[in-house]
């Protein structure tokens, strides 16, 4: 009797650990936009790549031109896209035929300038991350500035239960807060 009633003990709080975050990834990243935690974060990949070439324009055709490629993509659930609603339709709602400033680079403007499309309506932000162990350590910490939106993919097949989305965002500046030294 002692066995069974240890065993239906153990499956409650089981099932009550489960119910409080039935997506244990969750707990191990904090997403806040403007100091705004955003629930629904399930990953994220940030990418930082210099040009390691000449920042001025390429003065032959075939030269190969890579500006400073800087993105964060943040896989979110239908919870998270639903916190960053507001900011996702400010970039998908303009219209195609809108008309935008394109601005292009001189020789001298050239690598020094952010990457994000010039007159893009959405209004950049400050976004940090922070990811921990299972048991609540602290593993890494990040802050980025100029923040934007820039593309989104989400597919899904079949019987669902969530819908995971990736977010790509670009960014101005990128700091390393702070990294667990284990």
Do not use: C
């Amino acid at each position: 009797m002692k066995r069974w009633s240890i065993a239906v003990v153990f499956l409650a709080l089981a099932s009550g650990a489960a119910a409080q975050n039935p997506l244990p990834d969750q707990h191990n990243f904090t997403f806040a936009v403007d100091g705004v935690a955003i629930a629904g974060v399930i990953g994220f990949r940030i990418e930082f790549a210099p040009n390691a070439g000449n920042p001025a324009l390429p003065e032959r055709l075939d030269k190969a031109y890579l500006p400073v490629q800087r993105a964060l993509y943040v896989t979110v659930t239908q919870k998270g896209l639903n916190q960053l609603q507001d900011w996702l339709n400010s970039v998908t709602t303009v219209p195609p035929s809108a008309s935008r400033t394109v601005s292009v680079a001189t020789r001298e403007s050239a690598g020094t300038a952010g990457n994000a499309p010039s007159g893009s309506p959405a209004t950049p932000h400050s976004v940090s991350i922070t990811a921990r162990d299972n048991g609540g350590t602290l593993l890494v910490q990040w802050a980025l500035s100029g923040v934007t939106p820039n593309t989104l993919s989400t597919s899904v097949a079949g019987t669902i239960t969530e819908v995971d989305t990736t977010i790509q965002f670009l960014y101005e500046t990128l700091q390393l807060v702070q990294a667990a030294n284990k």
